[in-house]
């Protein structure tokens, strides 16, 4: 085998062994991390209604090279956000639905940091 088709089989297969995090139960925080979801406007109950939101995080006593992605509805999901601020915002478009969730990732290491879904919760 070529070295140029060695060095490309050997990438592939580093990169096939880092799973991707499972999803979580519930949202939460690792401690140190601060992950929210706030809606642009009031939002209602009606599971078609899509609102905009704002994306806020904050890590306390981040790594020298921070860096983060926020991914939606899966840890592999689509990429929401990248960032190499350990504090920061994103807005989002219309879009947003009760239950979307919002992933914080470590990119170095493919931990999950945080996970908060877009609510309301609960709806009577």
């Not at 990169?15 to 949202?27: I, L, N």
């Not at 406007?41 to 020298?64: F, L």
């Not at 992605?69 to 639905?97: C, H, K, M, Y």
């Amino acid at each position: 085998m070529n070295r140029p088709v060695l060095v490309f089989v050997v990438l592939i297969l580093a990169a096939c062994g880092r799973a991707a995090p499972d999803m979580p139960q519930q949202p939460f925080n690792s401690p140190g991390v601060s992950f929210s979801i706030t809606p642009s406007a009031a939002r209602d109950c009606e599971p078609d209604t899509v609102y905009q939101a704002r994306i806020d995080w904050r890590i306390e006593n981040p790594k020298p090279k921070t860096r983060l992605e926020i991914r939606v509805n899966a840890t592999d999901g689509a990429l929401f956000a990248r960032s190499n601020d350990p504090v920061g915002s994103e807005q989002t478009g219309p879009w947003v639905a009760r239950g979307t969730w919002f992933l914080l990732l470590d990119r170095e290491s493919g931990k999950l940091l945080a996970a908060q879904r877009a609510g309301p919760e609960t709806c009577y």
